[in-house]
């Protein structure tokens, strides 16, 4: 079993809520903001995480305040993130996919610039699948497809 850990921490502006997650080269979780309130990479050779990367951290914290009680129902952990139910039911459904894809996604590379290679609507067919093995068979065919890095639990596996 693999652990991953990574500090979130949750901003409110314009009353939306949203998720920044440090990084180990970052001195300060936030990212620095352009004047239209986009987030800018601090250097050339660093970007922003991407997306699925945040979705699946955020979906490990929402199980476990759901495990500890903070939140009584996902129904409530919906209204308290202010996203509909079928959105956190599609964020929670990320904690399906086999360990070793979730650790991929957490260590996905910056995105300099430009869309995300993944995408979470991308990883909702593999997520639906019952067996990991088929899960790991269909991340191959994503990762490959996008050029990402694979898990080396993937490479021991074909």
């Known amino acids: 079993m693999t652990t991953v850990t990574r500090s979130i921490r949750f901003t409110t502006k314009d009353r939306r809520k949203r998720a920044v997650v440090a990084t180990s080269r970052d001195a300060s979780p936030l990212p620095p903001k352009a004047p239209g309130g986009k987030a800018v990479a601090t250097d050339a050779n660093e970007g922003r995480v991407p997306r699925v990367a945040r979705l699946m951290a955020l979906a490990i914290r929402f199980d476990g305040l759901l495990r500890d009680g903070v939140v009584a129902n996902q129904t409530e952990l919906a209204r308290l993130a202010r996203v509909t139910q079928p959105r956190m039911t599609q964020i929670m459904n990320l904690l399906h996919l086999a360990p070793d ?44 497809r996008f050029g990402e890095p694979k898990s080396a639990a993937d490479d021991e596996r074909r």
């Open 101 to 144: 894809i979730q650790e991929a996604l957490l260590m996905l590379p910056p995105t300099r610039d430009g869309r995300d290679a993944i995408s979470e609507r991308d990883l909702r067919p593999i997520a639906g699948l019952t067996s990991w093995r088929t899960q790991r068979r269909g991340w191959l065919q994503l990762a490959s």
